[in-house]
């Protein structure tokens, strides 16, 4: 039922998306050319600023990708994200499998796999985890699973619980 439940809320939000667009397609020249000309500038400056924002925010990200983790940390926590079937998607198997070779460098260290089961999942994404960790030769003592949160802010919250 709640599967069933999440299909109708990503059915609305697409049909309100794309219902969104073709207004702004049909009604954002008509309201730019009535707009007055410092509004205009505003709205350009804005609109650069957000660009300006997001490149910055992507540089920073990116500078910090190929980092060396710190040694013997107490926790590792995967991030949930995509599962096929129980199949994990592609982002889910990488971050998993850069897990299992820090987890495999570190014995001591504990692994927190998070991620609900959303629509059109078989397992919870934390267990399509779990099993690629057990896969790997991760003991079942060193995996914690939070498998309720359904976005990235969740997953975190729970994970610290």
Do not use: C, W
């Not at 960790?133 to 699973?145: P, V």
């Amino acid at each position: 039922m709640r599967i069933q439940m999440e299909q109708i809320k990503v059915k609305r939000r697409k049909i309100l998306f794309f219902f969104l667009l073709a207004a702004l397609r049909t009604e954002l020249p008509a309201l730019l050319r009535r707009m007055p000309g410092v509004i205009k500038a505003v709205l350009v400056a804005v609109l650069i600023l957000l660009g300006l924002s997001f490149l910055l925010a992507e540089a920073l990200i990116l500078s910090h990708m190929n980092e060396t983790p710190v040694s013997g940390a107490d926790y590792v926590i995967i991030l949930g994200a995509r599962v096929k079937g129980e199949i994990p998607s592609e982002a889910l198997r990488r971050r998993t499998e850069t897990a299992i070779a820090y987890l495999n460098e570190n014995p001591g260290t504990r692994v927190v796999v998070t991620g609900g089961q959303g629509a059109g999942e078989d397992v919870a994404e934390a267990e399509a985890e779990a099993r690629m960790l057990r896969d790997a030769g991760i003991g079942a003592g060193r995996i914690f699973m939070e498998n309720r949160s359904t976005s990235t802010a969740e997953n975190l919250e729970y994970a610290v619980e």
